[in-house]
T-cell receptor, first 114, second 109 residues
Framework: EAQVTQNPRYLITVTGKKLTVTCSQN?????MSWYRQDPGLGLRQIYY???????DKGDVPEGYKVSRKEKRNFPLILESPSPNQTSLYFC???FGDGQGYGYTFGSGTRLTVV | GQNIDQPTEMTATEGAIVQINCTYQ??????LFWYQQHAGEAPTFLSY??LDGLEEKGRFSSFLSRSKGYSYLLLKELQMKDSASYLC??????????WGAGTKLIIKP
């Protein structure tokens, strides 16, 4: 089944403790992206990647890191999480740069930082 | 700045028709998307418009007017399972998606 897999689905952590949210897609998509979703706000892009070893900042990159060593994987790293990073996170992928194609989203990761 | 406007919430009756509007002001335009998102779940792709006019897909249709910076999503024969948020997103001149905050649609029996 074609899908984007995120893990974990839920995570509660403490301020400052490094964490990684994994994202993997099995559709051979070039484009991958991370979003956060907060109540009353639209999806905001954190980082995106056009292909292996090619990543770029989105609208809200502060406090996050990403890597794209393999085409299928695009982990999101929070080196020192803070409470304002409590949010619902989505990974998405698509062919090419996404032009003309809908994104496929992962199931989401609900992160709480206390 | 770039901006996507949608109503926050709408209510409609099962079996009826509802139109969800989206207006946008972006730096350039390279297509408009509509997504459906059930509570706590991932958004799923509904439609894509890049040229003016109406695109029909079963019970759902999406309309675009580039000159007016306007789109709408039309849902016919509403079913209870259509209760969800509907997200409008515009691809700008840099081919990045700008997202609206979404419209929560409540369907009543």
């Amino acid at each position: 089944e074609a899908q984007v897999t995120q893990n974990p689905r839920y995570l509660i952590t403490v301020t400052g403790k490094k964490l990684t949210v994994t994202c993997s897609q099995n559709m051979n998509h070039e484009y991958m992206s991370w979003y956060r979703q907060d109540p009353g706000l639209g999806l905001r892009q954190i980082y995106y990647s056009m292909n292996v070893e090619v990543t770029d900042k989105g609208d809200v990159p502060e406090g996050y890191k990403v890597s794209r060593k393999e085409k299928r994987n695009f982990p999101l790293i929070l080196e020192s999480p803070s409470p304002n990073q409590t949010s619902l996170y989505f990974c998405a992928s698509s062919f090419g740069d996404g032009q003309g194609y809908g994104y496929t989203f992962g199931s989401g990761t609900r992160l709480t930082v206390v | 700045g770039q901006n996507i406007d949608q109503p926050t919430e709408m209510t409609a009756t099962e079996g009826a028709i509802v139109q969800i509007n989206c207006t946008y002001q972006t730096s350039g335009f390279n297509g408009l998307f509509w997504y459906q998102q059930h509570a706590g779940e991932a958004p799923t792709f509904l439609s894509y418009n890049v040229l003016d006019g109406l695109e029909e897909k079963g019970r759902f249709s999406s309309f675009l007017s580039r000159s007016k910076g306007y789109s709408y999503l039309l849902l016919k024969e509403l079913q209870m399972k259509d209760s969800a948020s509907y997200l409008c997103a515009v691809r700008d001149s840099n081919y990045q998606l700008i997202w609206g905050a979404g419209t929560k649609l409540i369907i009543k029996p």
